[in-house]
């Protein structure tokens, strides 16, 4: 049961363009959606995250824009760059008294020169 | 400072076959994830420990996948019986438990590549 929907699974944008990368969740006992950021070889690290409680987040570059009625949130890459290049994951998980992480399936984001 | 690391890197093995895969989670770091990363796919959660015990490890296959934390800090994943299935990318993660924070950040390790031959 894939409890994270995310697309596209891949995306090419060119240099100072706007990266966007969707998510649907299906279970509305998720309170916390977090992004991850993971290059090859690397572990994923976390970019940005968001409680549904606000409909919007921005640090820097890295907006997420939530919808908690749809169940739907959205990474928007601002102005994105070269060094964007990577493969980002959307999460979501709920209030269990730890945090078991529900990953999407994965974004292969590319950034042109 | 020193991030979680994971031993080996990659790991080959034949069919059939026993393996173990180390996590040094950051030091300090109570909380401490497993995770498998199969080809193209994210993360799917295996297990969590809080200190020595394993708190919730309904994400573990079948039984032939064990994972240990003896003192509350390294902890060891055991897989019995190797199968070409469970080649994947095995990530640690591992946090504080800080109360009066909504969620505590999980940092990753980069992983153990297992290869199934």
């Known amino acids: 049961q894939q409890q994270v929907k995310q697309s596209p699974q891949s995306l090419i944008v060119q240099k100072g363009g706007i990266s966007i990368i969707n998510c649907a969740y299906e279970?509305?006992?998720?309170?916390?959606f977090p992004w991850y950021q993971q290059f090859p070889g690397k572990g994923p690290a976390l970019l940005i995250a968001i409680r549904p409680d606000v409909s919007e987040k921005k640090e820097g570059r890295f907006t997420i824009s939530f919808n908690k009625s749809a169940k739907q949130f959205s990474l928007h890459i601002m102005d994105s760059q070269p060094g964007d290049s990577a493969t980002y994951f959307c999460a979501a998980s709920m209030n269990t008294g730890f945090q078991k992480l529900v990953f999407g399936t994965g974004t292969r984001l590319l950034v042109s020169p | 400072g020193a991030g979680v690391s994971q031993t080996p890197s990659n790991k080959v093995t034949e069919k059939g076959k026993y393996v173990e895969l180390r996590c040094d989670p950051i030091?300090?770091?109570?909380?401490l994830y497993w995770y498998r990363q199969s080809l193209g796919q994210g993360p799917e959660f295996l297990i969590y420990?809080?200190?020595?015990?394993?708190?919730?490890d309904s994400g573990l296959p079948n039984d032939r996948f064990f994972a240990v934390r003896p003192e509350g800090s390294v902890s060891t994943l055991k897989i019995q019986r190797t199968e070409r299935g469970d080649s994947a990318v095995y990530l640690c993660?591992?946090?504080?438990?800080?109360?009066?924070?909504?969620?505590?950040?999980?940092?990753f390790g980069p992983g153990t590549r297992l290869t199934v031959l």
């Open positions: 993660a591992s946090s504080l438990r800080r109360t009066g924070v909504f969620r505590n950040e999980q940092f």
């Open positions: 420990f809080q200190g020595t015990g394993a708190a919730d």
């Open positions: 279970n509305t006992a998720f309170d916390y």
């Open positions: 030091s300090g770091h109570t909380a």
